[in-house]
């Protein structure tokens, strides 16, 4: 099922000089976990932005084409009918925290949707079980470091149940540790049947959960296939997107003529290719 269909999708910025987008066309299945990548000022963040209508409606500008999001063109749809749909997760969280304490913020998003109280009550502590979130249950945003806003971010956009979580660098700004934390619970929500639109740039660390890699530079898709594929390109080094260590190694090799057949994404699928290539 798609639940994404954009076709021939421009966009300008009003004031820009330059297309933000030039005539993209991306379908999203159900259950993918796509992970969007590209060099600063490519387009990503408003390719994201248009998965929930807040391109066009909240940014304005030129635009030509269509996105349909589950059945629904977002030029035709406002963003609150979008919301259900399309949860977006901001690169910083502090910028969509807005209540008081973290009880009040997973229920704010379901109250402005009409959910029925008992209703949100569940999803609320549900949530805050699912996502380690007790212990901040009555701390306002503000008090929490910059790992825990972004799991309360999350926990805010899933308590409206999208069927797509859209999330724009959530790991920008956070240690490798909190990454490795919100990109953990981002895997095992798409394990567990959510379609996942994720833009980073630490590719090592979500390479090998991803169904899709795609590339953007200058406002278009320059590369969309499975992550071994796109990572493997040349086009990677030439616009300067940061490849996994172990896929490095696999392409200098190959410049060698030593060919490990697969192309590895983590240094334990190195390790266990350069043996196997040894023992030969």
Same mark, same amino acid.
């Given at each position: ?16 000089? #330059? ?8 379908? @999203? ?72 304490? =973290? ?68 790991? #920008? ?48 898709? =320059?590369?969309?296939?499975? #992550?071994?594929? =796109? ?11 940061? @490849?996994?260590?172990?896929?490095? =190694? ?7 003529? @030593? ?19 040894? #023992?030969?």
């Amino acid at each position: 099922m798609t639940l994404v269909d954009i076709n021939d999708f421009s966009f300008k910025y009003l004031g820009a000089e #330059s297309l933000a987008l030039k005539k993209i066309n991306l379908q @999203i299945e159900a259950g993918e976990y796509i992970v969007i990548t590209g060099p600063s000022g490519c387009g990503k963040t408003t390719l994201c932005r248009t998965i929930n209508g807040l391109v066009p409606h909240f940014h304005r500008g030129y635009i030509a084409g269509n996105v349909v999001i589950d059945g629904l063109n977002t030029r035709e749809s406002k963003v609150p009918d979008l919301a259900p749909i399309a949860g977006l997760v901001f690169q910083n969280p502090a910028n969509q925290l807005v209540t008081l304490n =973290v009880e009040k913020e997973l229920a704010f998003g379901p109250e402005n949707l009409g959910v029925d109280p008992t209703e949100i009550r569940n999803r609320v502590d549900s949530l805050i079980e699912t996502l380690d979130l007790e212990h901040l249950r009555e701390k306002h945003p503000h008090e929490m470091s910059g790992g825990e806003q972004q799991r309360v971010a999350i926990a805010a956009t899933l308590a409206m149940q999208p069927k797509i979580l859209v999330a724009d660098e959530p790991t #920008s700004n956070l240690d490798p540790k909190s990454a490795r934390v919100i990109l953990k619970i981002i895997s095992e929500l798409n394990k567990e049947g959510m379609t996942v639109m994720l833009v980073e740039h630490r590719l090592d660390l979500v390479a090998r959960n991803a169904t899709r890699i795609i590339l953007m530079n200058q406002g278009s898709i =320059v590369a969309d296939g499975p #992550s071994r594929e =796109v990572l493997a390109l040349n086009i990677c080094d030439e616009i300067g997107v940061g @490849i996994p260590k172990a896929t490095q =190694v696999y392409k200098q090799l190959k410049q060698k003529g @030593i060919d490990l057949g697969t192309v590895p994404l983590t240094g334990e699928e190195l390790a266990v290719l350069v043996e196997e290539v040894r #023992s030969v």
